[in-house]
């Protein structure tokens, strides 16, 4: 069973908005401490893209994305999220969701902190 399943990708162009979303099944969403979301372009590394931590109260973002993504969470909808807003065509790539019961002094948003993902949703920016 897949612990995080990603909805919401598809193809927009540039300068518009997406959101993506990431359920928790088999157990509940507070049941991990971080979440994060993380990216992977053809022939490039998985990235972390922003993530945010209970116990910290803040959020990492990518130098990037500051000020166009918006990362959250709904416990009571078993659900985070990630606000994307004014797309570029370098922001093409598959977006994973990832989750971890680990704890950390700050936000970590490195790929090998979180062991728990999703399988990916594709996101296109494109004219």
């Known amino acids: 069973q897949v612990p995080l399943v990603e909805s919401g990708g598809g193809l927009v162009q540039p300068g518009g908005s997406l959101r993506l979303s990431c359920t928790a099944s088999g157990v509940t969403l507070e049941y991990y401490n971080s979440i994060g979301w993380f990216r992977q372009a053809p022939g490039e590394e998985r990235e972390g893209v922003s993530c945010?931590?209970?116990?910290?109260?803040?959020?990492y973002y990518k130098d990037s994305v500051k000020g166009r993504f918006t990362i959250s969470r709904d416990n009571e909808k078993n659900t985070a999220y990630l606000q994307m807003n004014d797309l570029k065509p370098e922001d093409t790539a598959v977006y994973y969701c990832?989750?971890?019961?680990?704890?950390?002094?700050?936000?970590?948003?490195?790929?090998?902190?979180?062991?728990?993902w999703g399988l990916g949703t594709q996101v296109t920016v494109s004219s």
């Open positions: 990832a989750a971890t019961i680990h704890l950390s002094r700050e936000v970590v948003c490195l790929v090998p902190f979180y062991n728990y």
């Open positions: 945010m931590q209970s116990a910290a109260g803040s959020a």
